[in-house]
Nanobody
């Protein structure tokens, strides 16, 4: 089985910082891209940032310059450093990992359970 688990959410004031962590565990062959998505109240889930195995990052326009995604391949982990937080960043944040359980298998999406981030004004 493969598990993806996030941690690090919580409450922050506007202008503050939080760091999210996500680790994949279990039996698998490789991890391709990893990323963070979020779902704000009453809205659909949206991409926040993704990062390839070679650490090429992509960001939503709304977080560029404020959020940084990075990964530690040795720990099968991805992180999201969130600075200059705004109330509109309030959402449940989900970690995504594209994982191949076997060498012949195409990468499949695995999701964490989500972690709440609340930014007060």
């Amino acid at each position: 089985q493969v598990h993806v688990v996030e941690s690090g959410g919580g409450l922050a004031q506007a202008g503050g910082s939080l760091r999210l962590s996500c680790a994949a565990s279990g039996s698998f062959f490789s991890i391709n891209a990893m990323g963070w998505y979020r779902r704000a109240p009453g809205k659909q889930r949206e991409l926040v940032a993704t990062i390839t195995g070679g650490s090429s990052a992509n960001y939503a326009d709304s977080v560029k310059g404020r959020f940084t995604i990075y990964r530690d391949n040795a720990k099968n982990s991805v992180y999201l450093q969130m600075n200059s937080l705004k109330p509109e960043d309030t959402a449940v944040y989900f970690c995504n990992a594209k994982i191949s359980r076997y060498y012949y298998e195409m990468p499949t999406d695995y999701w964490g359970q989500g972690t709440q981030v609340t930014v007060s004004s």
